[in-house]
């Protein structure tokens, strides 16, 4: 933990190291804050969590690193689900009042989480929570900035892009530089190539040809080799799966993606019902 912490720490940019210095500061005087780490993607929020997490660990700390989902839950060391972890949803009533942890202290009783330091992090401008059934209104506003809790978080904002010039060459960071560009732009409603759709009034934003994967033949397998470049010769290397993903809106996609890969694979496919 030492050694990878010590690795990680001498990578971090001066945005990632003033929000360490806060958040370690606030441990080690046990003050109990709440801290949201913004900043879209690219902009190393998993890497700071990894260093802390090393960091915490190596000094015998407890440290609980959850996600809302699996794919970034293999990034954190030690990583679960919020739900898995926590037992969500939990099962409240009248006598869930009591505060545990104002026995240890009991100032701790009217801070947020009982004093314990709670660091939260994301973007909002991607996916927002699903609700079954929910209106727009009922989404947007079961969103971490409509919460309460923000109010007593000390937000820090990340906007260095950690992927530009990481090995990468002249080309390579101009293609994510342009491609980040125009993300922030989509999701700050600043994207000037834009129309209203005549049926609901909802805006259509159209994408740019040159961030289309254009092919004649069959679409999917052109996506699945696009981003699977060499896929044989990296099939056993961890780190090059969980570098890659192809999101989908609906799983009918997802399954088709699914059989596609399977295709690729040398060796026989079972099948096992439960």
Excluded at 169 to 181: G, M, P, V, Y
Excluded at 186 to 207: A, M, Q, W
Aim: hydrophobic residues 35%; contains cysteine; proline residues 4%.
């Amino acid at each position: 933990m030492k050694r990878i912490h010590a690795r990680n720490h001498s990578l971090l940019n001066d945005e990632q190291k003033i929000v360490y210095d806060s958040i370690l500061d606030n441990i080690n005087q046990k003050k109990g804050g709440v801290f949201f780490v913004y900043g879209s993607g690219g902009c190393g929020k998993t890497f700071l969590w990894q260093t802390l997490c090393c960091r915490l660990r190596s000094e015998h700390k407890i440290v609980l690193p959850v996600a809302s989902y699996g794919i970034v839950v293999m990034l954190l060391p030690g990583g679960r689900t919020a739900h898995s972890r926590f037992h969500i949803p939990l099962k409240l009533d009248e006598n869930c009042s009591a505060d545990i942890m104002s026995v240890i202290d009991k100032r701790r009783a009217k801070k947020p989480f009982g004093g314990i330091t709670i660091v939260f992090g994301g973007d909002f401008r991607q996916i927002l929570p699903v609700i079954p059934k929910a209106s727009r209104v009922e989404v947007v506003y079961s969103t971490l900035n409509k919460s309460k809790l923000l109010e007593s978080c000390e937000v820090f904002l990340l906007k260095q892009n950690m992927r530009l010039n990481a090995g990468n060459t002249d080309l390579e960071n101009k293609t994510i530089a342009d491609f980040s560009k125009w993300q922030l732009a989509v999701g700050d409603g600043k994207e000037t190539n834009i129309s209203p759709s005549p049926d609901n009034g909802e805006i259509l934003i159209k994408i740019h040809d040159k961030y289309i994967v254009h092919t004649s033949g069959d679409p999917m397998r052109k996506l699945f080799e696009v981003t699977y470049p060499n896929f044989l010769h990296n099939i056993s290397s961890h780190e090059y799966l969980r570098s890659r993903a192809i999101l989908t809106p609906t799983n009918i996609v997802v399954d088709e993606i699914n059989t596609t890969i399977l295709e690729k694979i040398p060796g026989m496919v079972y099948t096992y019902l439960s």
